[in-house]
């Protein structure tokens, strides 16, 4: 559950109009691979901003790509068609 805790602090402090990869959280925690924050984003996600964790190539959550666009472009996100420009929109923790 360490580790759960841990993916999801990192995605509460993911700024409204900005993103961060599933790669990129587990690169910053220094452990665990993107399948792996999947994973805990499916399970127990809901309660943090979501929408904010994309794939490298900038697409949304599938199953859910119609909420999660709604919500990044309510946010002012930067994007390309239905996916997510990656280069312009990508944070990183402090």
């Known amino acids: 559950m360490e580790y759960v805790e841990s993916v999801l602090t990192v995605v ?8 961060m ?14 399948r792996q924050v999947g994973t805990v984003m499916a399970r127990y996600g809901g309660g943090v901003p979501w929408h904010r964790v994309v794939a490298a190539n900038g697409r949304v959550v599938p199953g859910h790509e119609e909420e999660a666009l709604q919500r990044l472009r309510s946010e002012g996100t930067p994007l390309r068609g239905d996916r997510v420009d990656v280069h312009l929109a990508e944070w990183w923790p402090d």
Do not use: K, Q
């Not at 993911?14 to 993103?19: A, K, L, N």
């Not at 990869?21 to 993107?34: F, N, Q, V, W």
């Open 12 to 19: 509460e402090r993911i700024p409204p109009g900005r993103v």
């Open 21 to 34: 990869t599933y790669g990129a959280i587990a690169e910053y925690l220094g452990r665990g691979g993107p």
